[in-house]
């Protein structure tokens, strides 16, 4: 079946420092989303990415899509405390009959030190 | 607040039991997925139904079974409940199951735990 890895599995940085996180799937993705869920809470949508090495902003934080539709990444430049949560890659497998399962990467832990 | 609403929050119950958990999801959606969390864990996907019908299953023990209502609320039964069980379900919602640029709404989750 369809995987997503997601790497690293645990990220600590000094408050300023940058941060990525990457996620690969086994299958190529109709599109892949990035979620992030604070401690004790639940996943919130960040963003969709659709189309073939398609890169979105949002303030600090950008969002790649692969060329072949397997791979993305998150970037966030200049930690905050605020950023701290798992940041979690979903991806839906293009074709197929399971448009509804969006499978999601074991997520990346963020922990930001001031 | 995402719309999504989960109940119970907690929930402790001994092995062998059997629970119930239930979502609403936002007013509109025909989509619900249950997901399971457990400690330093990724999200496994269970299972998702849209519109009343079964559309994907994921690693969903045969314990655990779920259901649509036509008010589209959703429950998912787990039953012989083991301790290896305790988890945080979500249930996340979307409009539809075929649309591209549909995002997931999580609710705040079920935090199960089996003593």
């Known amino acids: 079946g369809q995987q997503v890895m997601q790497i690293p599995q645990y990220q600590h940085v000094q408050e300023g420092e940058d941060f990525t996180t990457y996620c690969n799937s086994s299958?190529?993705?109709?599109?892949i989303q990035w979620y992030k869920q604070r401690p004790g809470g639940h996943p919130v949508f960040l963003i969709q990415l659709v189309k073939s090495g398609e890169v979105k902003k949002q303030k600090r934080l950008t969002f790649q899509f692969g060329e072949a539709k397997k791979n993305s990444s998150l970037h966030i430049t200049a930690t905050q405390t605020t950023d701290v949560g798992t940041y979690f890659c979903a991806g839906r497998r293009a074709g197929g009959t399971s448009y509804g399962k969006l499978t999601f990467g074991q997520g990346t832990i963020l922990t930001v030190h001031p | 607040d995402s719309g999504v609403t989960q109940t119970p929050k907690h929930l402790i119950t001994a092995t062998g039991q059997r629970v119930t958990l239930r979502c609403s999801p936002r007013?509109?959606?025909?989509?619900v997925y249950w997901y399971q969390q457990s400690l330093d864990q990724g999200l496994q996907f269970l299972i998702h139904y849209y519109n009343g019908e079964e559309r994907a299953k994921g690693n969903i023990l045969e314990r655990f079974s779920a259901q649509q209502f036509p008010d589209l609320h959703s429950e998912l039964n787990l039953s012989s409940l083991e301790l290896g069980d305790s988890a945080l379900y979500f249930c996340a919602s979307s409009p539809t199951v075929f649309a591209r640029n549909t995002e997931a709404f999580f609710g705040q989750g079920t935090r199960l735990t089996v003593v």
């Open positions: 299958t190529t993705l109709s599109n």
């Open positions: 007013s509109g959606d025909l989509s």
